[in-house]
């Protein structure tokens, strides 16, 4: 509810539903987590608050919540925390903060090498657009360029794992 309300530019809404869902959370009883399903738990809450804010421009707001599911997930949360690091370094770029982008999108790549997740894509090749104008900072096109390997890596590999589920036997 609340990201379809952050889509719609309605502030205050988005705010009380995140609130809402936060004092929900707290209220949940705690039963023996599933093994087929992730529980939906701060965390989570933290991830959809970060897109939320940042689809309203309250960036530092944003870069709080995604900070938040970096202290949350653990490294065995892998796909999690990619999202989060990643998130995290689009921010630091709309805030102005490239080095610090730069650097957080290092350590997702390094956390991220073996996800062939198509979001972590996605959020990949949006950072590439957001750190290419920025390419005369020093380090930055070094950046840029393996961001750029990296997609055409993940979407050869893609490729090569979708012809072999449809290959003939």
């Known amino acids: 509810e609340a990201r379809a309300l952050a889509t719609l530019r309605r502030r205050g809404d ?8 936060e004092r929900a ?24 608050a970060s897109v939320c804010m940042q689809q309203l421009n ?11 599911v970096l202290t949350l997930r653990n ?19 709309s805030q102005g903060e490239i080095e610090h982008a730069c650097a957080m999108a290092q350590a997702a790549l390094a956390s991220s090498d073996r996800l062939s ?3 972590v ?19 930055v096109d070094d950046v840029v360029h393996v961001l750029s390997a990296t997609l055409t890596t993940r979407a050869h590999t893609s490729l090569l794992i979708t012809a072999a589920g449809n290959a003939q036997t």
């Open 14 to 21: 988005c705010a009380r539903a995140l609130m809402t869902a």
């Open 25 to 48: 959370l707290d209220r949940a009883h705690r039963d023996e987590p599933s093994p087929w399903v992730s529980p939906f738990d701060h965390a989570s809450l933290a991830a959809e």
């Open 58 to 68: 309250q960036l530092a707001a944003a870069r709080q919540h995604s900070e938040q």
């Open 75 to 93: 490294v065995s949360h892998a796909r999690s925390r990619a999202f989060g690091q990643l998130r995290l370094a689009g921010i630091l770029v």
């Open 117 to 119: 997740s198509s979001r």
């Open 121 to 139: 894509a996605a959020l990949l090749h949006t950072l590439c657009g957001q750190l290419t104008p920025h390419s005369t900072i020093p380090g």
